[in-house]
């Protein structure tokens, strides 16, 4: 019954956090180190890696046998031929929500409430009104995804007294947290009846660019779009069209395609959008990294054990599996 | 039964608000004005005025029997010798809870995400990392006053996951949307519990510098403030030295002292306050003056049915009376 791998850790992990992970597997023997400063041969090495290593280190790992990614996207490693063959794959869903949701509905308040003009204006020492505002209240909020991320956002907006649209790629039973709930294939008929519209899928070949210029030309008047995905999800250039245009009222984003946005791309410069520099979901929330390790420990425990994992992602979809 | 009065409406309305107006008191002859326009021999002729006539225009009036306010704070009528003996006051309240709370949920989520220091970051087209966030989730929330919009924005925090402690001037029973209710007289001693303080109170004698610099420095270090009663209520110079020492995190401040701010203010220029220029109560948002003008239509109703208002203001404390 022994458990004894080597298993490659690379998250920012304290010491009571060390204490967890080894709890979970205590036959192990654990090597601590960063995206940064890990090698080649120690990624290569390890038969277990929890955390995210450099993509191209795995390729034809001879040992990996369970990759554990500290991020809820996992896109970088579904691409062919970076994990070996039979490697499990799993994610740290559970993790971000938190954190990504209220990133997003501050976003998508300093938006409708004209904070970033605020701030422009506080800047130059400007006491003057910035014109109307809306509200989340009495606003109907299109959330695309209900993951972890998208459930917990679509929770804050209700919760806000707003009227919620939930869109789910399978079929499931309509949650408490939204008005409505239905699947994928309706998006486009949907797009015209929301003010707001938040993104929260995982970047799969199916993902790409869903909002091209025609879907952002569905979107109602004066909306807001809030991506919290992927920057690839959207036409980047015809995004700033709609901004430019006013067709938008704004948008948030804390995702960018490309990424990171180059110094003179023109996004930056757009009044009515917010960038962020995909910093939601980092360990700036203290809470994010002890969520990361809890779900992590767990997961090594189980795997110790011989038991299914949580969190498997399906190579061929991109999305978490049920259990 | 005839109820024949001079009218004075001194708010922007629209058709439809005259006529919900005038449906109230069909015998009443309405003028219609403006704060800037109106001139001292309207107010002066004016039997009810509804909105805000400037302080001085209402002194000594022969003809004014109640004033109804626009505003929730009626602190510029409340003082000695601006409404003539006997005049009744009433105010708007339940018109800013919606408006004036998501402002401050805004600030706070701006303050708290650092996404004001991301906005200064985006105008320089700079991709990088800001540093710690907080959540509002698992803070410790402590609003001070629950009126209109201290109830509002108490109900929003606690369903974003806060804990949230009230404090109400007069004894009350708990509202379930707090976790804890206390006395004014508790503040000292609650003030060093919160990770997060928002003011919510009316500008009254007993009010002025409640936020006294001895007072600021009970409150714990890194905790956020958040102002959206009156400027008045907190010492500013000793708020500035708790921003820049970095004793708080930062401060929401929606109202200033004195205000407007001036051009050369210390306040403008550090980088933990967020101010925006006194708006969050104005009509930038719609749905504010609908509420404002159904608050006004039913007390004209009221008035000319001879019922009792809605909103007295109670000139000895400055609150509203229980009908």
């Not at 995206?35 to 191209?56: F, H, K, L, M, S």
């Not at 704004?250 to 110094?263: I, M, R, S």
């Not at 995909?278 to 767990?298: D, Q």
């Amino acid at each position: 019954m022994s458990f004894s791998k080597r298993v490659l850790v690379l998250l920012p992990a304290e010491t009571r956090h060390k204490a967890l992970l080894q709890q979970s597997a205590p036959e192990c023997r654990f090597l601590y180190s960063t995206y940064r400063d890990v090698t080649r041969e120690q990624v290569q090495d390890a038969q277990i890696i929890i955390g995210n290593p450099p993509a191209d280190y795995v390729k034809n790992s001879p040992n990996l046998e369970w990759l554990h990614c500290h991020s809820a996207g996992v896109d970088s490693f579904l691409k062919e031929d970076v994990l070996p063959k039979g490697t499990a794959l799993t994610n740290s869903t559970g993790a971000y929500g938190l954190a990504v949701s209220e990133h997003l509905l501050g976003m998508l308040l300093e938006i409708i409430k004209r904070l970033h003009t605020y701030r422009d204006a506080q800047k130059l020492h400007l006491w003057q009104g910035q014109g109307k505002v809306k509200s989340i209240y009495q606003s109907t909020v299109l959330v695309i995804g209900l993951g972890d991320i998208g459930g917990e956002f679509a929770r804050k907006v209700k919760a806000l007294g707003a009227y919620v649209i939930g869109l789910r790629r399978t079929c499931a039973e309509k949650p408490d947290y939204v008005d409505e709930i239905h699947l994928a294939a309706d998006l486009d008929s949907l797009l015209p009846r929301a003010d707001i519209v938040a993104i929260c899928l995982p970047a799969t070949k199916e993902t790409n660019r869903l909002f091209s210029r025609e879907r952002l030309a569905l979107l109602k008047e004066g909306a807001v779009l809030l991506n919290a995905s992927r920057g690839t999800l959207i036409d980047t250039e015809a995004l700033c069209d709609a901004l430019e245009s006013g067709h938008l009222f704004g948008a948030g984003l804390d995702v960018t395609d490309p990424e990171p946005l180059p110094k003179d791309h023109r996004l930056w410069e757009i009044p009515s959008a917010v960038v962020t520099p995909h910093i939601s979901g980092l360990y700036h929330l203290p809470e994010t990294l002890e969520r990361v390790v809890r779900i992590a420990a767990e997961n090594l425990r189980l795997y110790a054990n011989g038991e299914p994992l949580n969190n498997y992602v399906d190579f061929t979809t991109g999305y978490r599996k049920k259990k």
